[in-house]
Nanobody, 121 residues
Framework: QVQLVESGGGLVQPGESLRLSCVASGTIYSIDVMGWYRQVPGKQRELVVSITTDGRTTYGDSAKGRFAISRDNAKRMVYLQMNSLKPEDTAVYYC???????????????WGQGAQVTVAS
């Protein structure tokens, strides 16, 4: 069984920073892309930013210039550094990983339970 667990969410004021962490655990053979998505009620989940094993990143429009992603492959962790936060960044942030549980298993997407980030004064 695979688990992705996020941590680091909370309430911050506009302009402040926050760092989210996510760790993957369980029966994992290999992890490819890891990333962060976010969702607000009534809207589709959207990509914030993702990162490949070798460090290539893909940013959603909302994250460019303010957010940064990093990962520690040995620890199976991915981080999201969010700076200059705005009220419109308020959302539930989900960790995502494309991984295989066995060498012969297909690649599958797994999701964390979500971390609430609220930006308000």
């Amino acid at each position: 069984q695979v688990q992705l667990v996020e941590s680091g969410g909370g309430l911050v004021q506009p302009g402040e920073s926050l760092r989210l962490s996510c760790v993957a655990s369980g029966t994992i053979y290999s992890i490819d892309v890891m990333g962060w998505y976010r969702q607000v009620p009534g809207k589709q989940r959207e990509l914030v930013v993702s990162i490949t094993t070798d460090g290539r990143t893909t940013y959603g429009d909302s994250a460019k210039g303010r957010f940064a992603i990093s990962r520690d492959n040995a620890k199976r962790m991915v981080y999201l550094q969010m700076n200059s936060l705005k009220p419109e960044d308020t959302a539930v942030y989900y960790c995502n990983a494309e991984l295989r549980t066995r060498s012969y298993a297909p690649w599958q997407a797994y999701w964390g339970q979500g971390a609430q980030v609220t930006v308000a004064s």
